[in-house]
Antibody, heavy 119, light 111 residues
């Protein structure tokens, strides 16, 4: 059974760096083809893909946010970490991590964590 | 990068059929698979269709997906509408430069 859970601060100040951790079970991020992605959703708005890390440590980022994002993995701990620099109130959103079984989609999602950016 | 545009909302009565469109702004809709996610209020998205028309196990066959190259769009059809189908639905696709693009989302209301 695959599960994922996001953790991190619920409140950050503008200009600060956000660090979120995705802790997962039921699969290995060293298995060929597997990936873990991050997606966010501002309140009342649509989903937005942020970043993806593959089993082979290849990484992809949203072009609009690439300069602010870093994704890393710790295979031994079954964790993926996303950092986003220079946070702004418009970054207030629920942040999800999700399991990628193949090239096309995410099949398991975490419950999400709401991050509010405010001074 | 391309965009995926969906109608803001659709509504229909229980037992009826609704179809949600997802129009790709550039590039061929048929070149890359389209997925569909359901998101009930307060919950994370769950996948209902992948690779254009494939249903994950546990998704009822009332849900179906299709592609129309003439309109460069994909569609999600929900037949025999139930109150539990009331949710937001998002399409998703990709291309060689960006692995995931989500649609604008459609709110389905069961009257």
């Amino acid at each position: 059974q695959i599960t994922l859970k996001e953790s991190g601060p619920t409140l950050v100040k503008p200009t600060q760096t956000l660090t979120l951790t995705c802790t997962f079970s039921g699969f290995s991020l060293s298995t060929s083809g597997v990936g873990v992605g991050w997606i966010r959703q501002p309140p009342g708005k649509a989903l937005e893909w942020l970043a993806l890390i593959y089993w082979d440590d290849d990484k992809r980022y949203s072009p609009s946010l690439k300069s602010r994002l870093t994704i890393t993995k710790d295979t031994s701990k079954n964790q993926v970490v996303l950092t986003m620099t220079n946070m702004d109130p418009v970054d207030t959103a629920t942040y999800y991590c999700a399991h990628r079984p193949s090239a096309t989609h995410f099949d398991y999602w975490g419950q999400g964590t709401l991050v509010t950016v405010s001074s | 990068n391309f965009m995926l545009t969906q109608p803001h909302s659709v509504s229909e009565s229980p037992g009826k059929t609704v179809t949600i469109s997802c129009t790709r702004s550039s590039g061929s809709i048929a070149s890359n698979y389209v997925q569909w996610y359901q998101q009930r209020p307060g919950s994370a998205p769950t996948i209902v269709i992948y690779e254009d028309n494939q249903r994950p196990s546990g998704v009822p066959d009332r849900f179906s997906g299709s592609i129309d190259s003439s309109s460069n769009s994909a569609s999600l059809t929900i037949s025999g509408l139930k109150t539990e189908d009331e949710a937001d639905y998002y399409c998703q696709s990709y291309d060689s430069s960006i692995p995931y693009v989500f649609g604008t989302g459609t709110k389905v209301t069961v009257l």
